[in-house]
């Protein structure tokens, strides 16, 4: 098995204490977002032996088991990653399979650059995930009631939300959230600005619950997704909880640490909080235009003491253990490949000593006992496949 070495992202959204802490340095005064582990081609994780991914390319069969090869193809179908955000990222949405393919296909035949900011789709994969809090955790997922959207929003009293308002209460369900929606991203620039700009002092003023509003619209002034955002369920995750983002489900997470794994992609549709290209028609195409429970999931324990954050993905399988010093190892080997991530305590992983923030490659059919190291629990993530 190989220790990871791993790339930190500076995203201007990113946290620039809470990766440093968990990893017990000191703060370089810029953000850290992300640290990904992997073999996505933007940041493939090392390894003694070189980088993952050049490893995998090598010898596919012997690094991700012959089911996983046949399965997902010759590649690691996931990406694992810490995910600390200081400030509100993008309100987006992924793409499904069949959407990802005809989207990248279509965009290919039209000759648009991979790199043109007006390009929607990078690849031709769905982008599923699921973010696990490992602090308090703060996010929008999926659509409210759409009456529900209309009693926060008539709250603010501001004129010009009003019409939105009374067509959140007067049409059916997906026609409401369909044409708030478009009209809210479609609007005037700059009457949309000092709309948000209004409903953003009466979020101030009225506290509460309309306090992550009024946070969102301080980073993104004059922001239509400020007034998207507020269509969408509000969630606070404790740590250990966890959301499971599907395709077409709106989200953006706004604050907190935690523990995100996703099938390897770069799709994303964004409708708001962003200086970045949105594309309405596009969004309006993917998205899902119904209200939803943001279903926050909660991990299943097993005898042999792995609690599964169950999804209906099999492009990854996410679970943890919390090892007491002392207790029986645990075998996690299995015919497919994993990456162990340990995020509290200290954990052994064969001839691996894992601190918070370090995390471990174990090929398929690799022999893997973790166990703890002492001096309180260990707490260690276990990411994997499901063929």
């Given at each position: 098995?190989?220790?990871?070495?791993?790339?930190?992202?500076?995203?201007?959204?990113?946290?620039?204490?809470?990766?440093?802490?968990?990893?017990?340095?000191?703060?370089?005064?810029?953000?850290?977002?992300?640290?990904?582990?992997?073999?996505?081609?933007?940041?493939?994780?090392?390894?003694?032996?070189?980088?993952?991914?050049?490893?995998?390319?090598?010898?596919?069969?012997?690094?991700?088991?012959?089911?996983?090869?046949?399965?997902?193809?010759?590649?690691?179908?996931?990406?694992?990653?810490?995910?600390?955000?200081?400030?509100?990222?993008?309100?987006?949405?992924?793409?499904?399979?069949?959407?990802?393919?005809?989207?990248?296909?279509?965009?290919?035949?039209?000759?648009?650059?991979?790199?043109?900011?007006?390009?929607?789709?990078?690849?031709?994969?769905?982008?599923?995930?699921?973010?696990?809090?490992?602090?308090?955790?703060?996010?929008l997922c999926g659509f409210r009631e759409p009456t529900e959207a209309a009693d926060?929003?008539?709250?603010?009293?501001?004129?010009?939300?009003?019409?939105?308002?009374?067509?959140?209460?007067?049409?059916?369900?997906?026609?409401?959230?369909?044409?708030?929606?478009?009209?809210?991203?479609?609007?005037?620039?700059?009457?949309?600005?000092?709309?948000?700009?209004?409903?953003?002092?009466?979020?101030?003023?009225?506290?509460?619950?309309?306090?992550?509003?009024?946070?969102?619209?301080?980073?993104?002034?004059?922001d239509p997704g400020v007034i998207a955002a507020m269509l969408l369920n509000y969630?606070?995750?404790?740590?250990?909880?966890?959301?499971?983002?599907?395709?077409?489900?709106?989200?953006?997470?706004?604050?907190?640490?935690?523990?995100?794994?996703?099938?390897?992609?770069?799709?994303?549709?964004?409708?708001?909080?962003?200086?970045?290209?949105?594309?309405?028609?596009?969004?309006?195409?993917?998205?899902?235009?119904?209200?939803?429970?943001?279903?926050?999931?909660?991990?299943?324990?097993?005898?042999?003491?792995?609690?599964?954050?169950?999804?209906?993905?099999?492009?990854?399988?996410?679970?943890?253990?919390?090892?007491?010093?002392?207790?029986?190892?645990?075998?996690?080997?299995?015919?497919?490949?994993?990456?162990?991530?340990?995020?509290?305590?200290?954990?052994?992983?064969?001839?691996?000593?894992?601190?918070?923030?370090?995390?471990?490659?174990?090929?398929?059919?690799?022999?893997?006992?973790?166990?703890?190291?002492?001096?309180?629990?260990?707490?260690?993530?276990?990411?994997?496949?499901?063929?």
């Amino acid at each position: 098995m190989d220790r990871l070495s791993t790339t930190v992202r500076p995203y201007a959204w990113g946290s620039t204490t809470a990766i440093p802490e968990l990893l017990g340095v000191a703060p370089t005064g810029e953000p850290q977002a992300e640290m990904w582990m992997g073999a996505h081609p933007g940041a493939p994780s090392g390894t003694d032996r070189g980088p993952l991914s050049e490893l995998i390319d090598a010898d596919p069969v012997r690094e991700l088991g012959a089911a996983a090869v046949e399965k997902f193809g010759p590649r690691l179908p996931f990406l694992l990653k810490l995910l600390a955000a200081g400030a509100p990222l993008s309100l987006q949405v992924h793409p499904d399979l069949a959407q990802a393919k005809a989207g990248y296909d279509a965009e290919e035949r039209a000759g648009i650059p991979l790199d043109a900011p007006s390009r929607n789709y990078k690849d031709a994969n769905h982008k599923p995930e699921l973010i696990c809090a490992l602090t308090p955790f703060d996010g929008l997922c999926g659509f409210r009631e759409p009456t529900e959207a209309a009693d926060l929003i008539a709250a603010l009293d501001v004129d010009s939300l009003k019409p939105y308002v009374d067509l959140l209460h007067a049409h059916p369900e997906e026609a409401a959230l369909r044409e708030v929606l478009t009209a809210v991203l479609s609007a005037d620039p700059q009457e949309m600005a000092a709309t948000v700009t209004e409903a953003a002092a009466a979020c101030e003023r009225l506290g509460g619950g309309y306090a992550p509003y009024a946070s969102i619209a301080h980073h993104f002034p004059g922001d239509p997704g400020v007034i998207a955002a507020m269509l969408l369920n509000y969630v606070q995750l404790q740590p250990g909880e966890a959301l499971f983002l599907g395709a077409g489900v709106p989200h953006a997470y706004l604050n907190g640490l935690g523990v995100e794994i996703m099938a390897n992609s770069d799709n994303v549709l964004r409708c708001g909080l962003t200086p970045k290209h949105v594309d309405v028609p596009e969004l309006l195409r993917i998205v899902r235009l119904e209200a939803a429970d943001p279903g926050v999931l909660r991990p299943e324990a097993s005898p042999a003491g792995e609690e599964l954050y169950d999804t209906p993905i099999d492009e990854f399988r996410l679970s943890r253990y919390v090892l007491a010093p002392g207790a029986e190892p645990r075998d996690l080997t299995a015919h497919t490949p994993q990456i162990l991530l340990c995020t509290a305590g200290g954990v052994t992983v064969g001839e691996l000593t894992l601190t918070p923030g370090q995390s471990a490659f174990v090929p398929a059919g690799e022999k893997a006992e973790i166990s703890g190291t002492g001096g309180g629990p260990g707490t260690v993530f276990r990411a994997t496949v499901v063929v």
